[in-house]
Every structure is written in C-alpha cells, then in structure tokens.
T-cell receptor, first 114, second 115 residues
Framework: DAGVIQSPRHEVTEMGQEVTLRCKPI?????LFWYRQTMMRGLELLIY????????DSGMPEDRFSAKMPNASFSTLKIQPSEPRDSAVYFC????????????FGEGSRLTVL | AQSVTQPDIHITVSEGASLELRCNYS??????LFWYVQSPGQGLQLLLK??????LVQGIKGFEAEFKRSQSSFNLRKPSVHWSDAAEYFC?????????????FGKGTHLIIQP
C-alpha cells in the first residue's frame, strides 16, 4: 500500500505569495491531520478532519491559513498571503479510526518563505 | 490540556551501549502514549504505543517502553544501540484519550551515536 503522499516536498516562495500544500491519505483512512514542525515550537496540530469534515481547527495560526478536504482522498492546506514566519515543515497524517488505529505520516512539505 | 515533556534535547550514546529516553506526560485520564522516530528529511514512524494492559510494551527495531502511572512517565529503552538508530525521537499522548483525535507531541530528543 502507498503511504501518505504529500506534495510538493520542497517549496520556496516569496513573502506575499499564495502557497498550496497537498495531501493524499492512505486509502480507507477516515481521519486526516495537518501538523507543522518548527525548531522553536516542535510539532503542532493545525487542523484535523473526520470523514472529510473539519473537526478542530483551533491550531490554525490565523486567517491566512485554510484547509479543505473535498473528498476522502485529497486535502489541501493553503497559506495566503505567506510570510517568512510560516517557514516550516508541514506534515499530513492519516488514520483509520477505531481500536488500535495507527497514525501514519507523510514525508512532509518543507516550506521556505523569503 | 495534555502535555508531553522530553527533558533531554540531545543524548549521545556509544554504539552498542544501552539507551533510555525520558518522557513525562500530563493528562487527566488514562493516557494513550506513543513513541515515534524521525530520520532526517523523513516523516515520523511509529515505534510503539501503549493503550492499556501490560505496562511494558515492545516495539519495532528492538525498542521497548514502560508506562509508569505513578511517575507519569513513558520512557523508551533499547539494550544495545546501532548507528542506524541516530535520529529524532518523539513521545506523544493521544488527545482526548485516543490517537484518533490527534496527538500532542513532546519537543523531541536528538539521539547521536558515537562509534
């Protein structure tokens, strides 16, 4: 089985530009999570979806960030406009809800905002 | 709110020596606890998890961890490390009791292996 697939793996952009990160969860998984990893703050949960519905977006830093999950096999995290402090590695993870479910992570999207 | 503390930012161990990485958690109910490993440029891989039952849990790559409720700890151990174990290690607690609502992670411990 393919794992969680994220794209792009690396993105370099200039301040003010729109950034879109993409995630394809593992087939059959019904919950999806977006995390951000920085040296200062570690791994932070931004938002998660159950059955494509956003459940908790309290970790989204501000209105410049938005996330969607139009179907069970695709999610996006958008930053508009981007700022240098958004530079981080963004991870997507998915899980099949139930007893002993395991959270699987993608390899991350490394974002650099100049 | 739950939290996880990994008191050691860096640990250096000689190859073949034993390893213990510390993890303390704060959670009001029975916790769901996890250890993940992250190699450079990679995502996180689950090493082991504790949900209930035996407080000593075995994981992949020869790792084990022991849940101690009285100490609010879930320390990771390995009897003999290999150079390939050099990586970042994260302890995590399941939000709302289970991992399916997301995990709260510690800041991580960077493991360095000396030849």
């Amino acid at each position: 089985d393919a794992g969680v697939i994220q794209s792009p793996r690396h993105e370099v952009t200039e301040m003010g530009q729109e950034v879109t990160l993409r995630c394809k969860p593992i087939s059959g998984h019904n919950s999806l999570f977006w995390y951000r990893q920085t040296m200062m703050r570690g791994l932070e949960l931004l938002i998660y979806f159950n059955n494509n519905v956003p459940i908790d977006d309290s970790g989204m830093p501000e209105d410049r960030f938005s996330a969607k999950m139009p179907n069970a096999s695709f999610s996006t995290l958008k930053i508009q406009p981007s700022e240098p402090r958004d530079s981080a590695v963004y991870f997507c993870a998915s899980i099949r809800r139930g007893i002993n479910g395991e959270l699987f992570f993608g390899e991350g999207s490394r974002l650099t905002v100049l | 709110a739950q939290s996880v503390t990994q008191p050691d930012i860096h640990i250096t161990v000689s190859e073949g020596a034993s390893l213990e990485l510390r993890c303390n958690y704060s959670y009001g109910a029975t916790p769901y606890l996890f250890w993940y490993v992250q190699s450079p440029g990679q995502g996180l891989q689950l090493l082991l998890k504790y949900f209930s039952g035996d407080t000593l849990v075995q994981g992949i790559k020869g790792f084990e961890a022991e849940f101690k409720r009285s100490q609010s700890s879930f320390n990771l151990r390995k009897p003999s490390v290999h150079w390939s174990d050099a990586a970042e290690y994260f302890c995590a607690v399941g939000r709302s009791g289970g991992g399916a609502d997301g995990l709260t992670f510690g800041k991580g411990t960077h493991l360095i292996i000396q030849p």
